[in-house]
């Protein structure tokens, strides 16, 4: 009995071992893991997608595209398949299926082919939310529909677009300058191909340098950005710039008013290449900007890149080189008056390599050149010269981990060198001459193994700073998220900043004909900013969202001219104090035919210089955008813009007076005294001008051939024809305008 009894609890326990143990090999099989990753490209030319959705939902888990196209979705099941779903704005939608192997990184790569011209309707989807959206907050991206759907003033540009985005003011239609969230124009940092460019403008600020045609994508991060980015404090605005056509030789011609354009594209054995240019050949448009002076000025941009791949020589590795021209000339024929230089040179090298494992890294050497030059001709104005060369190498290593977050480091060493030649008052020669290195350790994790929270912390970390003062430093960024309903995303984040270049630039100055750059004096500390900001984004309908963001602000060590010098000796510059706080609202909708824009912002920004604390002249409390678009059909596409700004702060005028002023006191002559005309001020930026309002029309047709497609496009700029001010002339007091009404036209050939 009892040998039967034992003999059945042996039984029994083995039966259970077996169970136990087949539930646990059944357990770890199921759990085995795999990853999925590839490229979405454009089908017809080969060009990543920005953004694209990549969402598996069987187990509703997706990615979006980086700037190359590249997308990795970690963790997985295995030995399951899987229905993979790409989609686009603009494009036909792809679904795929796709099994997913254990311990292994399946790969797929996926043209996308655009939407149907014929119908003019853009493929709407619902647009899941992925971890690259709930971490975006303070972060616009901007793709060639948004910048080629607005009206234009004379051509499509990159930099005017960035007005309609909140938080962003300008002072005006007159120039595409830009100022973000209560910081000054040099706090600003444009990224074109990872290579920084020191002056993005044409024509005394008008333009941008950056051609709308050579752009892919471009991410916008105002306020706080990754570790990876540092030197500015206030906005970085990242451009990648098209690879050119992977499947066929093709070439753009285009004109407008102001501009001719060429660009030519193609394939080759291991890649692709992209040659870009544009020059002025008619000025005579600029007069409505400048109240119908002469804009005796002439300028060109030129660009190519190429890009090689080859899997027999290194799987996976990519190698692009780039490089950026620009030049502008103002050429005054009258002997009376002052000519002005300036250009870019960019050029670079770049090796992103993907590795069998979830790691990649990126190596990148880079120069960015900018000389400009003042030639004072028979005029009083004193010469200058300056330039700036800067040398970076960047190395960038990313890890995803099986949970997947994602974990990068890099380093960066960089060297300025600044030249400045101007002759003071007493036509004495002036040299200043700075050169700097600093190296930069940085890195980053992004806690993704939630569904519902994530975190993304990141360090920079200044081993050297380019200035004297700059030193050792520590900038801790940190952002995060949380997602209580599939429609509802709240967001937070802060960071610190510093900068160690400026330009001796008065930022009173209405139009800046000349932005000198320099390092940091020895004895000025680097300006520092602490960026705090809250949001929540509300998704409505399934391309549509409403969004609100609330920033705070501080600067110190702001670096300001030194308005009270008087003796050479004296400091050119002096540290002041700043700070910015506002609220940022946002509406968008869309469908098939069209979509809807608005966004209102209410700021305040404030300077304190020598204890005295102003309102700067960016300075705007209420800012309000709304755009409209709507396809027609028949490839017709018409657009709606208005703008509205509360005016911007401005010194007024107390008086004049005459100042008596006597010829050469060894060889006086009484035939040459004379009156001179100075004006007194009031106090600084107490007064604002009217408000500033204006609504813009766009007409757009593209007409398909057999050999050529021809993009014709029309805009009316300040179509009710308001009188926005721009400036009072102080020594007239005449009032100067901006825009008046204004019709502009453009033609575009694809062959």
Same mark, same amino acid.
């Given at each position: 009995?009892?040998?039967?009894?034992?003999?059945?609890?042996?039984?029994?326990?083995?039966?259970?071992?077996?169970?136990?143990?087949?539930?646990?090999?059944?357990?770890?099989?199921?759990?085995?893991?795999?990853?999925?990753?590839?490229?979405?490209?454009?089908?017809?030319?080969?060009? @990543?997608?920005?953004?694209?959705?990549?969402?598996?939902?069987?187990?509703?888990?997706?990615?979006?595209?980086?700037?190359?196209?590249?997308?990795?979705?970690?963790?997985?099941?295995?030995?399951?398949?899987?229905?993979?779903?790409?989609?686009?704005?603009?494009?036909?939608?792809?679904?795929?299926?796709?099994?997913?192997?254990?311990?292994?990184?399946?790969?797929?790569?996926?043209?996308?082919?655009?939407?149907?011209?014929?119908?003019?309707?853009?493929?709407?989807?619902?647009?899941?939310?992925?971890?690259?959206?709930?971490?975006?907050?303070?972060?616009?991206?901007?793709?060639?529909?948004?910048?080629?759907?607005?009206?234009?003033?004379?051509?499509?540009?990159?930099?005017?677009?960035? &007005?309609?985005?909140?938080?962003?003011?300008?002072?005006?239609?007159?120039?595409?300058?830009?100022?973000?969230?209560?910081?000054?124009?040099?706090?600003?940092?444009?990224?074109?191909?990872?290579?920084?460019?020191?002056?993005?403008?044409?024509?005394?600020?008008?333009?941008?340098?950056?051609?709308?045609?050579?752009?892919?994508?471009?991410?916008?991060?105002?306020?706080?950005?990754?570790?990876?980015?540092?030197?500015?404090?206030?906005?970085?605005?990242?451009?990648?710039?098209?690879?050119?056509?992977?499947?066929?030789?093709?070439?753009?011609?285009?004109?407008?008013?102001? +501009?001719?354009?060429?660009?030519?594209?193609?394939?080759? &054995?291991?890649?692709?290449?992209?040659?870009?240019?544009?020059?002025?050949?008619?000025?005579?448009?600029?007069?409505?900007?400048?109240?119908?002076?002469?804009?005796?000025?002439?300028?060109?941009?030129?660009?190519? &890149?190429?890009?090689?791949?080859?899997?027999?020589?290194?799987?996976?590795?990519?190698?692009?080189?780039?490089?950026?021209?620009?030049?502008?000339?103002?050429?005054?024929?009258?002997?009376?008056?002052?000519?002005?230089?300036?250009?870019?040179?960019?050029?670079?090298?770049?090796?992103?390599?993907?590795?069998?494992?979830?790691?990649?890294?990126?190596?990148?050497?880079?120069?960015?050149?900018?000389?400009?030059?003042?030639?004072?001709?028979?005029?009083?104005?004193?010469?200058?010269?300056?330039?700036?060369?800067?040398?970076?190498?960047?190395?960038?290593?990313?890890?995803?981990?099986?949970?997947?977050?994602?974990?990068?480091?890099?380093?960066?060493?960089?060297?300025?060198?600044?030249?400045?030649?101007?002759?003071?008052?007493?036509?004495? $020669?002036?040299?200043?001459?700075?050169?700097?290195?600093?190296?930069?350790?940085?890195?980053?994790?992004?806690?993704?193994?939630?569904?519902?929270?994530?975190?993304?912390?990141?360090?920079?970390?200044?081993?050297?700073?380019?200035?004297?003062?700059?030193?050792?430093?520590?900038?801790?960024?940190?952002?995060?998220?949380?997602?209580?309903?599939?429609?509802?995303?709240?967001?937070?984040?802060?960071?610190?900043?510093?900068?160690?270049?400026?330009?001796?630039?008065?930022?009173?100055?209405?139009?800046?004909?000349?932005?000198?750059?320099?390092? *940091?004096?020895?004895?000025?500390?680097?300006?520092?900013?602490?960026?705090?900001?809250?949001?929540?984004?509300?998704?409505?309908?399934?391309?549509?969202?409403?969004?609100?963001?609330?920033?705070?602000?501080?600067?110190?060590?702001?670096?300001?001219?030194?308005?009270?010098?008087?003796?050479?000796?004296?400091?050119?510059?002096?540290?002041?104090?700043?700070?910015?706080?506002?609220?940022?609202?946002?509406?968008?909708?869309? +469908?098939?035919?069209?979509?809807?824009? @608005?966004?209102?912002?209410?700021?305040?920004?404030? &300077?304190?210089?020598?204890?005295?604390?102003?309102?700067?002249?960016?300075?705007?409390?209420?800012?309000?955008?709304?755009?409209?678009?709507?396809?027609?059909?028949?490839?017709?596409?018409?657009?709606?813009?208005?703008?509205?700004?509360?005016?911007?702060?401005?010194?007024?005028?107390?008086? *004049?007076?005459?100042?008596?002023?006597?010829?050469?006191?060894?060889?006086?002559?009484?035939?040459?005294?004379?009156?001179?005309?100075?004006?007194? $001020?009031?106090?600084?930026?107490?007064?604002?001008?009217?408000?500033?309002?204006?609504?813009?029309?766009?007409?757009?047709?593209?007409?398909?051939?057999?050999?050529?497609?021809?993009?014709?496009? @029309?805009?009316?700029?300040?179509?009710?024809?308001?009188?926005?001010?721009?400036?009072?002339?102080?020594?007239?007091?005449?009032?100067?305008?901006?825009?008046?009404?204004?019709? +502009?036209?453009?033609?575009?050939?694809?062959?």
């Amino acid at each position: 009995m009892s040998l039967s009894f034992h003999n059945l609890c042996f039984r029994i326990n083995i039966k259970i071992s077996l169970f136990l143990l087949l539930s646990f090999t059944t357990l770890v099989y199921s759990q085995q893991w795999g990853s999925l990753r590839g490229f979405v490209t454009d089908s017809t030319s080969g060009e @990543a997608l920005l953004t694209c959705n990549v969402y598996l939902s069987e187990i509703e888990l997706g990615a979006s595209t980086d700037q190359r196209g590249y997308y990795f979705i970690n963790k997985i099941p295995a030995n399951q398949n899987y229905t993979v779903t790409f989609s686009f704005i603009g494009y036909k939608s792809k679904t795929i299926d796709v099994r997913i192997s254990p311990n292994k990184i399946t790969e797929l790569n996926v043209q996308l082919v655009p939407s149907s011209l014929e119908f003019q309707e853009v493929e709407k989807i619902g647009q899941r939310i992925t971890k690259q959206d709930q971490f975006n907050i303070g972060i616009e991206r901007i793709t060639l529909k948004d910048i080629y759907s607005k009206p234009q003033t004379v051509e499509p540009d990159v930099l005017r677009l960035l &007005k309609t985005i909140p938080g962003v003011t300008s002072t005006g239609d007159i120039s595409a300058k830009y100022y973000v969230r209560g910081g000054t124009g040099d706090q600003n940092l444009v990224k074109l191909n990872g290579v920084s460019l020191y002056n993005p403008f044409h024509a005394l600020g008008l333009f941008s340098v950056v051609d709308a045609d050579m752009v892919n994508s471009i991410e916008f991060h105002k306020g706080e950005f990754p570790a990876k980015y540092g030197g500015r404090i206030s906005s970085i605005m990242k451009v990648a710039t098209k690879d050119g056509n992977r499947n066929k030789f093709s070439s753009t011609a285009s004109a407008n008013l102001m +501009t001719g354009k060429l660009l030519i594209e193609g394939p080759y &054995k291991f890649g692709s290449f992209i040659l870009t240019g544009r020059k002025s050949y008619s000025t005579s448009i600029l007069k409505n900007f400048l109240n119908d002076d002469d804009v005796p000025i002439d300028f060109y941009d030129f660009s190519f &890149k190429a890009n090689y791949t080859d899997q027999n020589f290194l799987k996976n590795g990519r190698f692009t080189v780039f490089g950026f021209f620009s030049g502008d000339n103002f050429d005054d024929p009258k002997p009376r008056s002052d000519d002005f230089k300036w250009g870019n040179d960019l050029l670079s090298f770049e090796w992103v390599q993907i590795y069998d494992k979830p790691f990649f890294s990126r190596f990148q050497f880079s120069y960015s050149n900018f000389k400009g030059e003042v030639i004072p001709n028979d005029t009083d104005v004193k010469p200058r010269f300056n330039s700036l060369k800067d040398f970076t190498f960047d190395a960038e290593f990313s890890l995803v981990r099986e949970n997947n977050d994602q974990f990068t480091v890099g380093l960066e060493f960089k060297t300025v060198k600044t030249e400045l030649e101007q002759e003071n008052e007493n036509s004495s $020669l002036v040299e200043l001459s700075d050169f700097g290195g600093s190296y930069v350790l940085y890195s980053n994790y992004e806690l993704l193994q939630f569904d519902h929270f994530g975190i993304d912390a990141g360090l920079r970390m200044y081993m050297t700073g380019l200035s004297l003062k700059g030193g050792f430093s520590i900038e801790p960024r940190v952002k995060g998220f949380w997602q209580p309903s599939k429609t509802l995303i709240l967001k937070a984040s802060a960071g610190s900043y510093r900068q160690e270049i400026a330009t001796i630039t008065d930022e009173n100055e209405v139009i800046s004909l000349f932005d000198p750059w320099t390092i *940091y004096p020895d004895y000025l500390e680097a300006t520092k900013s602490i960026n705090l900001s809250l949001g929540a984004e509300y998704f409505y309908l399934p391309s549509s969202s409403v969004s609100v963001e609330v920033y705070y602000r501080t600067i110190k060590n702001l670096a300001v001219i030194n308005e009270k010098k008087i003796f050479p000796d004296d400091p050119a510059l002096i540290n002041g104090d700043g700070r910015a706080y506002g609220i940022e609202n946002s509406l968008t909708f869309e +469908t098939n035919r069209f979509s809807f824009k @608005a966004s209102y912002t209410l700021s305040w920004a404030f &300077k304190k210089v020598d204890d005295f604390e102003f309102s700067p002249k960016y300075d705007s409390r209420h800012n309000v955008n709304f755009a409209f678009n709507y396809i027609l059909g028949d490839n017709w596409e018409a657009g709606i813009s208005w703008a509205y700004n509360s005016g911007f702060p401005f010194t007024p005028l107390r008086g *004049y007076f005459d100042r008596y002023e006597l010829s050469d006191f060894f060889d006086y002559d009484p035939a040459f005294d004379k009156y001179s005309i100075y004006t007194i $001020l009031g106090e600084r930026n107490i007064k604002r001008m009217p408000d500033y309002h204006r609504l813009d029309i766009a007409l757009s047709k593209i007409i398909h051939f057999n050999f050529a497609t021809l993009e014709l496009s @029309a805009s009316i700029i300040n179509v009710y024809d308001r009188k926005n001010i721009f400036y009072f002339k102080r020594d007239t007091g005449e009032k100067v305008n901006m825009l008046p009404f204004l019709p +502009t036209a453009s033609v575009k050939v694809k062959f």
